[in-house]
Structures are given as C-alpha cells and as structure tokens.
C-alpha cells in the first residue's frame, strides 16, 4: 500500500519563508509526477508546484518566483520551499503523487492527509 506523509506546516509571519516535506512509502513500481496542492474552506482543491520524474517543474502563477519544488527521486520524496510567504497563501496543503503500485495497478493519484499553513503576524 502507498503512503504519503507530510512534515513541516506551521504558522509564519508575512514575508517569512516555510519548508514542507512529503515522503511516498510502500510498495512503489514508479512515480511520474509529485505535487503539492492547496485548499481553503469552501473552494476546490488547486495545484500549486508539479514536478515530473525527470525534474521538469510547474507552478501555479500565484506562487511564481516565491516557491520552489524539488525532489528526491532516490528517497521518494518532496519538498515545496515557501518564501515571500503572503496571507492568501494559507491553506491546507496536500502532498500527491502519480504514481504506479509494486502490484500490478495502474497509474493513479496518491494523496497525503495535508498540513495546515498559516501565513499572519
């Protein structure tokens, strides 16, 4: 069974910078993509940084110039660096992956139980 599990959400001040980790464990044949996500009360869930197996990355034009993704692929894991955080950046942020089971299922998303992040002073 694949697991994701996220470290690193916490309260920080307005300009001040924030590192989230998400480790994938389990029986893992391949992972094509690793994202993270957010998400506020009543609105859907939106992408915001998406890096490929081959480090091709992504980000929401929300979060242009301000954070980073990067990733391990030896380590199955993923790392979303916040800086210049802003109060709209809070949120519950939820690790994903694309990835292929070590049993025999196809490709499919995987999803983190999310980290609250909290931008105020």
């Known amino acids: 069974q694949v697991q994701l599990v996220e470290s690193g959400g916490g309260l920080v001040q307005p300009g001040g910078s924030l590192s989230l980790s998400c480790e994938v464990s389990?029986?893992?044949?391949?992972?094509?993509?690793m994202n993270w996500y957010r998400q506020v009360p009543w609105n859907q869930r939106e992408l915001v940084a998406q890096?490929?197996?081959?480090?091709?990355?992504l980000y929401a034009d929300s979060v242009k110039g301000r954070f980073a993704i990067s990733r391990d692929n030896a380590k199955n894991t993923v790392a979303l660096q916040m800086n210049s955080a802003k109060p709209e950046d809070t949120a519950v942020y939820y690790c994903?992956?694309?990835?292929?089971?070590?049993?025999?299922?196809?490709?499919?998303?995987?999803w983190g139980q999310g980290t609250q992040v909290t931008v105020s002073s």
């Open positions: 389990g029986s893992i044949a391949s992972i094509r993509s």
């Open positions: 890096i490929t197996s081959g480090g091709t990355t």
């Open positions: 994903n992956a694309f990835a292929r089971d070590g049993v025999g299922n196809g490709f499919r998303d995987y």
